[in-house]
């Protein structure tokens, strides 16, 4: 399949998850954009807006296994990774799968189970495996999770630590809809994700695909050089007290060619960088006291950072 078929193919599951999620043509574009840079999705969200449908919708687009776990506080690393149960008559183990074992895990609520529980789902995001009683196994591939988290404050949570958010391509949110988009919602009624109603409209085969034409567009040196920069004011500001790990410099680069991808182009310009900067990047800083002080967003923070960069003025073409 060409590169111009397989990106008309992504742009049309866009549209087709637009059809549901009626109003958020921007999250779904964020969201479709970090799942072609191989990445993982925190929503941060409250309660009712839509993300249980939002995760339904990308993986019968995109022809994904899906699987949901809604994590409470005596959910069990278990309950992620699987176990083993012993047969007396047999003398054997069997391993019955967890909720990982899938292409597409809605994790729900993510920061009301326990630290350990947690950590047990990030390993798995992180290494693409799981192991059960000294034995790994691969997950499927793809496998993205998609992890919603409540707004801090919530009563019986437990906010992940920066070295866990750091796991997460994009931090994002749906919010809620605004007037219009609310009564269009209103006038379809109920949402029905059944096959009559949303259709696949690419594989996981050409998803993979898509990911590997990714991971090839040309990226020019000045781009990198830009990329870097970057992150080096956000680790020298007297705002930020932790500034972009290269962990976050890789993610912004993957984003910035998946969002060329989506935008038609085999290499990436400093548009794409602007485009995908601040949900990919605004979850892995840390403010400093004296801009807590000051009170001072880190929106505001990395927005005035990244203007200060001079951009680029080599040939991004090659």
Same mark, same amino acid.
């Given at each position: ?10 742009? =049309? ?16 574009? @964020? ?19 839509? =993300?249980? $449908? ?11 296994? &899906? ?61 693409? =495996?799981? $192991?059960?009683?000294?034995? $790994? ?67 996981? @085969? ?54 060329? &991808?989506?935008?038609?182009?085999? &290499? ?11 949900? $990919? ?21 990395? =927005? ?11 040939? @991004?073409?090659?």
């Amino acid at each position: 399949m060409s590169k111009i078929l397989m990106d008309k193919k992504v742009i =049309k599951s866009m549209e087709e998850i637009n059809r549901v999620m009626i109003g958020k043509e921007r999250t779904v574009h @964020q969201i479709m954009t970090a799942i072609l840079a191989g990445g993982h999705v925190l929503i941060e969200d409250i309660p009712g807006v839509g =993300k249980t $449908t939002l995760a339904l919708a990308f993986s019968k687009v995109l022809g994904l296994s &899906y699987q949901r776990i809604q994590f409470t506080p005596d959910i069990m690393p278990t309950d992620i990774a699987g176990f083993s149960i012993y047969h007396m008559e047999s003398e054997t183990f069997e391993y019955r799968e967890g909720a990982a074992m899938t292409n597409l895990l809605l994790a729900d609520e993510i920061n009301r189970t326990s630290p350990k529980t947690q950590s047990a789902l990030l390993e798995a995001m992180e290494e693409g =495996k799981i $192991t059960v009683d000294g034995v $790994t196994r691969d997950l499927p591939d793809p496998y993205i999770v998609l992890a919603t988290q409540n707004p801090l404050g919530s009563i019986g949570t437990h906010t992940l630590p920066e070295s866990q958010l750091d796991r997460f391509m994009i931090r994002t949110s749906l919010g809620y809809p605004d007037m219009e988009s609310e009564v269009q919602m209103l006038m379809q009624g109920s949402v029905d994700l059944t096959e009559q109603n949303i259709k696949e409209q690419i594989s996981a @085969q050409e998803l993979k695909k898509a990911r590997k034409e990714v991971k090839g567009l040309f990226v020019h040196e000045d781009i990198i050089r830009y990329i870097v920069e970057i992150a080096n004011e956000t680790r020298r500001s007297r705002d930020l007290e932790l500034g972009i790990s290269p962990r976050g410099t890789i993610a912004l680069l993957s984003m910035a060619k998946a969002n060329a &991808y989506l935008d038609g182009r085999n &290499y990436v310009i400093p548009e794409d960088i602007k485009n995908v900067f601040l949900e $990919t990047i605004e979850h892995r800083v840390i403010k400093s006291k004296e801009a807590r002080i000051q009170k001072k967003t880190r929106k505001e923070i990395l =927005k005035d950072i990244f203007y200060k960069i001079p951009l680029p003025k080599g040939n @991004q073409k090659g």
